[in-house]
């Protein structure tokens, strides 16, 4: 349940939010349920150059009782289309009910908490735009999949790392060229376990996606190709799973006020990867949908 006001002043921006979520897992002989109430504000300014966000919110779990978050950010043009971005915020992650009573789960997890800081750089000039972001997120009792014996499974158990960083840089990009939209992203990360100073189980160290998409006979017709390093399956890094690569296709087009018909071919090389050890990915796979938007 979510109940969300804002009020505008000229630049200013107020908001607040009460919820409340409720969850419960019946899966017999698993009977369990918890309950979260959370207040959130915020405060928005923006005048000529400058931009400002504050944020506060405190979330009273039923189980892991209560915590207090916050956020800044601001942001400044200082020449045009260019501009620098930097944030800094507090985050809490319970762990869900699937993590701690199913067969996988562990009934001692604990919250996760951590402390994010990142800064930006960004530009914008008529069809093009490009941006470098830094980040520094480190996370303490970091909820991942771990190895067999905290458990009912042998085939791997829910766990708490304790002390996480996951330190990077983010390229992006894009820019219009002979009526091709042309995008791309490079993920540089080092996720890694800040006691064993091991790359982090399932997560790579880099990312690359590159796409591009244009106007054909009033369709839309894209493609996009994603390309990502070796990562490892266990916390110990002795389980290598090796890089892929995926190219994806997609089309859409309007086909009456507020339809549009929609069209996504995934894995286009059908090709076999795993994202976890044991676990298959879906190999050439095709989506045909519609979207209505309603329009005021």
């Given at each position: ?46 005048h ?20 207090t ?21 507090t ?9 701690r ?17 990142e ?105 996009e190709?994603?390309?990502v ?68």
């Open positions: 349940y979510l109940f969300q006001n804002e009020w505008r002043q000229g630049g200013h921006l107020f908001t607040a939010a009460l919820e409340r979520r409720e969850d419960k897992l019946l899966n017999a002989p698993i009977d369990q349920g918890r309950h979260q109430n959370a207040l959130a504000l915020g405060y928005g300014y923006t000529g150059a400058h931009t400002l966000q504050l944020n506060v919110r405190h979330d009273r779990d039923s189980e892991f009782g209560g915590q978050t916050g956020g800044a950010a601001y942001g400044y043009g200082f020449a045009p289309g260019w501009r620098v971005t930097g944030a800094v915020g985050a809490f992650r319970v762990p869900t009910l699937y993590q009573f199913s067969q996988y789960g562990n009934p001692e997890l604990t919250a996760e908490k951590s402390r994010n800081l800064l930006g750089l960004h530009w914008a000039e008529k069809s093009s735009h490009f941006a470098v972001v830094a980040y520094q997120n480190r996370v303490k009792n970091l909820i991942t999949f771990g190895a067999a014996g905290l458990c009912n499974s042998t085939f791997g158990c829910y766990e708490n790392t304790g002390r996480a960083v996951l330190r990077g840089v983010t390229i992006s990009g894009g820019h219009w060229l002979a009526g091709v939209n042309l995008g791309g992203s490079l993920d540089l990360q080092d996720p890694k376990d800040d006691i064993t100073d091991k790359q982090l189980a399932r997560r790579a160290k880099r990312i690359l996606k590159l796409n591009a998409d244009t106007r054909v006979a009033g369709w839309t017709l894209g493609a190709w994603q390309a390093s070796h990562r490892f399956d266990d916390a110990a890094n002795t389980k290598q799973l090796p890089g892929y690569g995926v190219v994806n296709l997609y089309a859409s087009t309007t086909i009456a006020r507020e339809w549009q018909l929609l069209a996504r071919l995934d894995n286009l090389a059908n090709r076999d990867y795993q994202l976890a050890r044991g676990y298959a990915t879906p190999g050439r796979t095709f989506y045909l949908g519609l979207r209505w938007t309603p329009q005021r």
